[in-house]
Every structure is written in C-alpha cells, then in structure tokens.
C-alpha cells in the first residue's frame, strides 16, 4: 500500500514547483535564450524558442528543476544551483526545487516558422508522451529528451535519449553533445558527429550520432 503524503511534505512540493515555474522558468526561457514563454504551471512547461536555443534552455531547466549544478551552462553572476536549491545572483532570492531525485521528462518539436502551431503543439505533447514511456536496460524510467523534427515536406523524423547516462548526472549524452558544437563551433549542432555509449540511444540501438546533412537527431521516422 503506498503511503499518502504527509500535508508538510505536500505543501513543500507545491512550493517548489510553484517557484520552479514562477521564478524560474521564464528567466531561461526569455533572459537566456530569447524566447517566449506560453504557459509555465509547476513542471508543465509550454515556449516558443529559436531551434539553436531550445536545447540548451532545455538542459538548463532540467538542471534547475533538481537543483543540480549548472556551471557548464551558467555563470555564477546569473544563479546558483546546488543541492535541491537554487539561488539568484541579482537579488540573493533562495528557492527550493524538486531535489535531486526528481525526474523530469521534456518534448520539444522543431518546425518551420510558416508550420501549424497546433500541429507543432500536438507533436511536442507527443515527443513528451514517448520521454514518460521510456524504459532503458538497467530499468530506469522516464527522466528523457525526445525531439522531432518536421520538414517543411511533412516529413518528420525522431529521437530520443535519458537525460542522464545510467542515472549519472555528470553523464548525459545531450551534455555531450552540446560540448562537442561549442568546441568545434557547430551551428545548431548541424553536421555534428559524435560518438557515445549504447546505452544512451534506445531508439537506433547503436552507440553515436552519425554526421549527416539533417541535425543529428533525425534518426526515426513517426510512423
């Protein structure tokens, strides 16, 4: 029988998902990475964001939902993250979020600016479906990156990963990934050729990203 929360415990989540959506988000979303945040209300998060940004605000806010350490991505004299918590540089405000063991499953939709905003809506709900439904070989959960992208033909292609590499923060194939198109100055991660665990592609079933014309996650079709 699973045990009911205790009303302490209830009211301390509620708190840390309200500040996450409503201290935070939007100062990623529109600060760092010149979008436009839709609607943020606890984990569930809805922007509009150049494709050369979406990535790396969506490994910034997978990072600050647990309170983990952003240092690669963010300079100290924006914010702070350590250990569940998270402070701002500007103002000193201290916030609570999810923890550490927090998992967080993200979709995002890349599409042409004239596409159908419904329709890019419904493929990132679906992109988000399919991060909650990942199951990896050593067990773990959900706690992934799915991302589609749709040609200007109709065409669309997928991909997906856990986040981090057999539940270790400091190994994420999308960090990896994102350090590789800094180094070498790759746009968009375009032309990106890089090579990694099997474990981290669950959908080809084979270690990599291979260089290719598309970005590289275009390696599945949607049926």
């Known amino acids: 029988?699973?045990?009911?929360?205790?009303?302490?415990?209830?009211?301390?989540?509620?708190?840390?998902?309200?500040?996450?959506?409503?201290?935070?988000?939007?100062?990623?979303?529109?600060?760092?990475?010149?979008?436009?945040?839709?609607?943020?209300?606890?984990?569930?998060?809805?922007?509009?964001?150049?494709?050369?940004e979406v990535i790396p605000a969506a490994i910034e806010l997978r990072?600050?939902?647990?309170?983990?350490?952003?240092?690669?991505?963010?300079?100290?004299?924006f914010l702070k993250s350590h250990s569940g918590f998270v402070r701002l540089t500007e103002t000193s405000e201290l916030f609570r979020v999810m923890g550490e063991k927090a998992t967080l499953s993200t979709g995002v939709s890349l599409v042409h600016h004239s596409h159908s905003l419904t329709d890019a809506i419904e493929k990132a709900r679906a992109m988000m479906k399919?991060?909650?439904?990942?199951?990896?070989?050593?067990?773990?959960?959900?706690?992934?990156?799915f991302v589609s992208s749709t040609r200007r033909s109709g065409e669309a292609q997928i991909v997906g990963t856990p986040w981090f590499a057999n539940g270790d923060v400091s190994a994420s194939p999308v960090f990896?990934?994102?350090?590789?198109?800094?180094?070498?100055?790759?746009?968009?991660?375009?032309?990106?050729?890089?090579?990694?665990?099997?474990?981290?592609?669950?959908?080809?079933?084979?270690?990599?990203l291979r260089r290719r014309r598309h970005p590289p996650w275009l390696v599945k079709r949607l049926p």
Do not use: W
């Open 1 to 52: 029988m699973r045990r009911l929360l205790a009303p302490f415990l209830h009211n301390s989540i509620s708190a840390a998902l309200r500040d996450f959506s409503c201290h935070l988000v939007q100062r990623i979303i529109e600060e760092r990475h010149t979008g436009k945040l839709v609607y943020a209300g606890g984990d569930d998060i809805l922007a509009l964001l150049p494709k050369e």
């Open 63 to 77: 990072l600050l939902y647990s309170g983990l350490p952003v240092e690669k991505f963010i300079g100290p004299d």
């Open 130 to 145: 399919m991060a909650k439904a990942l199951v990896c070989e050593n067990g773990e959960r959900k706690n992934a990156l």
């Open 176 to 208: 990896t990934v994102m350090e590789f198109a800094r180094a070498f100055g790759v746009d968009g991660l375009e032309e990106a050729r890089v090579e990694l665990p099997p474990a981290v592609d669950p959908l080809a079933g084979r270690a990599g």
